[in-house]
């Protein structure tokens, strides 16, 4: 049996400039699913790997336990503890994720589990791979096919659930599935090293001398019944190369027999999105194997569409519930199993606004560097920053959908999805002041508020106030025909203001928030609005919103104080962190005065939410509203 000379992994050492930033997206690696779901089961039941990760997370297994589980999830589900087999079992886009974080831990793994993960690691010609006869899957010898242009070695099998269909109409004895793959295959390498200039994957056949390492130097390719599996393909990385670029290494790929049944993109369809998407991850091993997960996948995800851009697989994940639409809060480095894959749409902004050439100088530039002072570098070079390029990012994002504009953002914009703005974040009466925004944005996230102006008007200004601990951006635009951008200029205490004199009066406006740090703690801003119009505008209530104690609330009550300065509608809310509503009280109209709740009843809150089961340990966010008025802050809740 062939051993694994897989040399001590470390990760790269950043500048300063983003170290703590990606020492949070490592921890995400560890605590999130690292492939991905097309959607929950009818009854909304966690799969195998999302309850490994919980119980992982919850100290019910150790990290290489968890790790052992989440490979027999993918690979071999009848290993599993009855717990965890009999969950359901959802599509996941590429396994190549959780494979490279059994490659990048190996040496750190006990001889036990390396044991347990030997298999998984080996092709499947190789024999003696106990508990299998050949590398997990194989039951057969393989034979194989050079494609035509040389570069490739395809390998299959005639019998036994991984063999495709054996038609044959090219007169030869090699079955059509295998000259479409070839085909395919060929056509993917033209396009990502011979016309984008990417580098080839780095050959194995030189290194291992009489071991059956594909043979010679052509790169391998694996055909199987991936549909057993629940999974598109992967890229599976194995030698590092002793000279040369550090930390690149050869590999090999596995793709599907057929692309039937499961696959939502299937046959043909499936088989050259699935190539371009993995494909791009052997090139990417040619520059840096242990890269940031996120921008791996955010890369081999919009690869496929630069190959093949009628297919549109990507569009199933910008639709997900779990996508960066959905959840443009969420920092751009989140790796969860759905996120990266949605957010392939920051590789079309960059390419769309800066050339296709940017994503290679990229990767090009994380052979020494992490990816996003990479990134810095090469926006540089283009006159531009990262942290503009953020949020002229969030700007595009906005204008999709309804709002499109194809010509100016993203062409397929009118195909996209609207970004979600939480119900607490679109406003329709005036003037308009928020003390906190409820749904607090992550560093390198995004907010939009909504401001529905009245119909008349003839002019609108915002004044935004962010925490000045992190750097802000700012931008008015125009929600219609216009398109119109007003740029907020932020100094350096988080502070800025934008007055616009002709607003259409058919026009929503979006006011646009990205906050600039590395740090893993939301950041949180204010803001206020006001329009002219042709009659007077209304005073603004004046509130106060007083720190609920005791905080942490523990036992059964906590008392929100709170005060208004002039008679109006009083409504209190207990919120999640991301903005789900947990408890309403409404108060109905009150006089000035000084109040304690949020309940009128108790004057105090019971840790109960709408539902009257009491709540679980964590922070949530409180919220008084007074008219038009909003006051938001933070408790914590004891168990």
Known sequence: MVGIAV????????????????????????????????????????????????AHAEGRLDAETALIYRVWAAL?????????????????????????????????LSPKTRSLLLPYLQRPTEL???????????????????SPGGHFRIWYVTSTDDAPELVYSYGDTIPDWIHL?????????????????????????????????????????????????????????????????????????????????????????????????????????????????????????WMEDVIYDGINDYYYYIESSGS??????????????????????????????????????????????????????????????????LHEFAIWNAFTGPLADTARFYPEGDRYPQVFIPIEQIHTHWPVSVESVPLIPEPLGISYVRLDPPAGLTGLTVEVAGDPSVAWRASLLGAGSSHRVAPIAIDGFGRGQEQVTDWHDDESALLVMTPFSFTSTPVSYAYQARVDSFGPQPPVAITSLGQNYPNPAVGERTVIPFSV????????????????????????????????????????????NASGHRVAAGLYLYQLRVGDTVRTRKMAVLR
């Not at 930033?21 to 995400?28: F, K």
């Not at 409504?571 to 309403?584: H, M, N």
């Open 76 to 108: 071999d589900p009848k290993r599993l503890p009855q717990a965890f087999a009999r969950r359901p079992r959802r599509l996941r886009k590429s396994l190549t994720p959780t494979m490279l974080e059994v490659r990048s831990r190996w040496s750190e």
């Open 565 to 608: 300065t002039g008679e109006g509608q009083v409504a209190l809310r207990i919120l999640t962190l991301d903005g789900r509503l947990v408890r309403e009280f409404h108060w109905g109209r009150i006089e000035a005065g000084e109040y304690y709740g949020p309940d009128p009843d108790i004057g105090a809150w019971d840790l109960t």
């Open 324 to 389: 960066i639409f959905n959840h443009p809060d969420r920092s751009l480095t989140t790796f969860d199993g759905i996120y990266e894959y949605s957010a392939c749409v920051w590789n079309h902004y960059l390419t769309e606004r800066h050339g296709s050439d940017l994503i290679r100088q990229i990767w090009e530039g994380c052979v020494h560097d992490a990816v996003l002072n990479a990134t810095e570098d090469a926006l540089h070079d283009r006159s531009s920053s990262l942290i503009e390029a």
């Open 181 to 301: 793959c070839a085909e395919v295959l060929d056509h993917v390498w033209a396009v990502e090293v011979d016309s984008l200039g990417y580098l080839p994957p780095p050959a194995d056949g030189s290194w291992y001398g009489d071991e059956d390492y594909g043979g010679d130097e052509r790169y391998d390719v694996y055909i199987e019944n991936l549909n057993r599996h629940f999974v598109y393909g992967y890229t599976q990385s194995e030698f590092y190369l002793q000279d040369g670029i550090p930390r690149a290494s050869t590999s090999y790929l596995v793709l599907d027999d057929d692309y039937a049944g499961i696959y939502p993109t299937a046959g043909a369809e499936g088989l050259k999105v699935t190539a371009a998407h993995e494909f791009f991850h052997a090139v990417q091993f040619a520059y840096d194997t242990l890269e940031e997960r996120f921008f791996m996948e955010i890369s081999s995800t």
């Open 7 to 54: 040399r001590d992994l470390h990760m790269k050492t950043p500048s300063l400039r983003y170290r703590s930033l990606l020492g949070l997206a490592t921890v995400l690696l560890v605590l999130l699913p690292a492939s991905e779901s097309r959607s929950r089961s009818p009854a909304g039941e966690m799969d195998a790997t999302d309850a490994i990760l919980r």
């Open 128 to 146: 003696g791979q106990e508990p299998f006869a050949y590398g997990h899957s194989y039951l057969a010898p393989a034979v194989f096919h050079d």
